[in-house]
């Protein structure tokens, strides 16, 4: 991760990097300089439920770990299972409208040119996980 990345990350003002090891997930309707991978579904709960739960959906999954909580967004990291290399993982729960709120994820990894998927993969078996919890809208 390039050292200056702000903390909170403002998901409006994004630029990923032009190397393919990047995978970002935004709200439909949301603006963003960057293009997302995939819309979210806005989910029946407040924000704070939905961050908390997709929170224990990632923290259950091995070599994970929170490095940072702020409000409404953390950020994780999840080391490879043979080379034990970095990706950090930020996901902020946004309000989408009354009674309801949708996910920004965005996940990348931290050396090399190309991810081979892991990205992609791992954000949409824990978005996979997060919905099968509860409704979505």
């Known amino acids: ?5 702000p903390v909170p990350l403002d998901f409006a003002t994004l630029r990923p990097p032009r190397k393919p090891r990047w995978f970002l997930v ?3 309707g949301y603006e963003s300089l960057a293009q997302p991978h995939l819309r979210s579904t806005p989910v029946a709960m407040a924000p704070v439920d939905a961050l908390a739960r997709f929170k224990a959906i990632a923290l259950h999954a091995p070599r994970t770990r929170l490095v940072h ?3 409404l967004q ?3 990291e999840q080391k490879s299972a043979v080379w ?4 950090k993982i930020t996901v902020e729960a946004i309000e989408a409208g009354p009674g309801f709120s949708a996910l920004a994820i965005y996940s990348r990894a931290l ?3 190309y991810d081979f998927g892991v990205n992609r ?5 824990w978005l996979d996980a997060f919905y099968a919890a509860g409704s979505a809208k």
Not at 84 to 87: A, G, L
Not at 121 to 125: F, L, S
């Open 84 to 87: 034990r290399f970095t990706d």
């Open 1 to 5: 991760m390039p050292r200056n990345e």
């Open 111 to 113: 050396l090399g040119f």
């Open 121 to 125: 993969k791992r954000v949409t078996r």
């Open 69 to 71: 909580e702020a409000g």
């Open 26 to 28: 935004l709200p439909e």
């Open 74 to 76: 953390i950020e994780l």
